[in-house]
């Protein structure tokens, strides 16, 4: 995803700076060499060093964190102490819960801390407020994802993944948060399983909850209107389901040591090992791949009860040679650009509902291919419009 993000910035922020920073400076600075512009550089970083962290951030305007959730604390604390913006993917709920407890710091700072602007969070809790903006109560906002890749894979991996693998374990092994009755509720990984009709060519997917920021935040955010029930939903594929389900019963997602002649190994950190030291995947031909990311907001507009349905439509950008992934590694760039033009004013630890413009945004998603549209339903009316911004 940091990857995606770069690209994005060296091809519409054509002014910017960046500095690719990672642990693993070889594959940084191949990553940077690949632009031939001396405006892109790579660096080591280890985050785990505050100290070594700070002097790296101290004079940027900006950090974008595509670093595993687990650090996102640390790197947003030491981005407030250098004096810079921050922005990441996502914190997996109980993360962005505890960044959330900063925005004191970050608004006595006169800065903007982003939690969760990549797909979702991030386009889904914007495609949410689009539909809230409209309405004077908002009572139900249910999150839902969705995708199909025909794209023709030779020695395919036999579980393959662009997301962080080791999150995505999470995301299966942790009990979902839902927003219900105005109170968090915890059910069993994996529950809520149905059959979800998304438009074509995606068609009807097998989606579940899982665990995600999303419902940490918009309950917050529209309280005041009446909130009574957030959801998030998503489905993996059939196939890719059926594995991490059996490799769940088999105690492969555990973070709990096990011990094994005499050492302590940990069953996650085995498996990730595993999967990441596989061949990578060589795609053959285009990419063929279309993902749904939608939000269902429910309330009330004009003394009347209405169902808004909000979708962003993403195919990829095939002249940047990215698929589908592009809905998680653009957004960052854009809020980026976003703040750096004054578009977005709101300072403090804070989800993207409550600091950027949706229209504004969706603008920018449209330049690069992804479109938002929006469905109302209620009282016998019904409508699409593809919203411009």
């Known amino acids: 995803m940091g990857r995606l993000t770069v690209k994005d910035l060296f091809e519409t922020a054509p002014s910017a700076k960046i500095v ?3 642990f693993n400076l070889p594959a940084a600075k191949k990553l940077t060499q690949t632009y031939r512009n001396p405006r892109i550089q790579a660096t080591f970083s280890d985050i785990s060093d505050p100290k070594a962290t700070l002097a790296l951030l101290k004079n940027s305007f900006a950090v974008i964190n595509c670093a595993p959730y687990a650090w996102n604390l640390q790197v947003m604390r030491t981005a407030l102490h250098a ?12 993360t962005t819960q505890k960044q959330l407890e900063l925005d004191s710091d970050f608004k ?23 539909a ?16 199909i890749d025909e794209t023709k894979v030779i020695h395919p991996s036999p579980l393959s993944s662009s997301y962080s693998l080791e999150t995505i374990l999470e995301e299966f092994s942790s009990p979902p948060a839902i927003f219900s009755k105005k109170q968090f509720i915890f059910p069993e990984p994996m529950s809520g399983r149905e059959e979800y009709a998304f438009p074509p060519p ?17 309950p917050l ?17 059939e196939n890719f389901t059926k594995k991490i389900e059996l490799l769940k019963d088999l105690g492969f997602t555990s973070k709990q040591p096990v011990p094994i002649n005499g050492a302590e190994v940990i069953p996650r950190h085995v498996l990730v090992k ?5 061949p990578k995947p060589v795609t053959q031909g285009p990419l063929k791949q279309q993902e749904i990311l939608r939000s269902v907001v429910k309330g009330i507009r004009h003394s009347k009860k209405e169902t808004w349905v909000v979708d962003c439509r993403v195919a990829g950008i095939p002249k940047w040679d990215m698929g589908i992934d592009a809905d998680t590694g653009c ?11 004054g578009e977005i004013k709101t300072t403090g630890a804070i989800p993207p509902e409550i600091a950027i413009p949706p229209q504004s945004f969706f603008k920018e998603l449209k330049k690069r291919g992804m479109h938002v549209t929006h469905q109302i339903l209620g009282d016998n009316q019904q409508s699409k419009v593809e919203t411009q911004g």
């Open 20 to 22: 690719v920073a990672d």
């Open 83 to 94: 004096g810079c913006h921050y922005l990441d993917l996502g914190g997996l709920f109980y």
């Open 108 to 130: 006595k700072a006169g800065l903007t801390a982003l939690l969760g602007i990549g797909a979702a969070p991030g386009i889904t809790n914007l495609l949410a407020r689009f």
């Open 132 to 147: 809230a903006d409209q309405m004077e109560k908002v009572f139900e906002i249910h999150c839902r994802v969705g995708g």
């Open 202 to 218: 995606i068609g009807t997917q097998k989606i579940m909850y899982t665990l995600h920021s999303e419902v940490a935040t918009l």
């Open 221 to 237: 955010t529209y309280k005041k209107k009446g909130i009574q029930e957030v959801s998030f939903k998503i489905g993996f594929g």
């Open 274 to 278: 595993l999967v990441n030291a596989l």
């Open 331 to 341: 957004p960052p760039s854009i809020a980026a650009q976003m703040l750096a033009r």
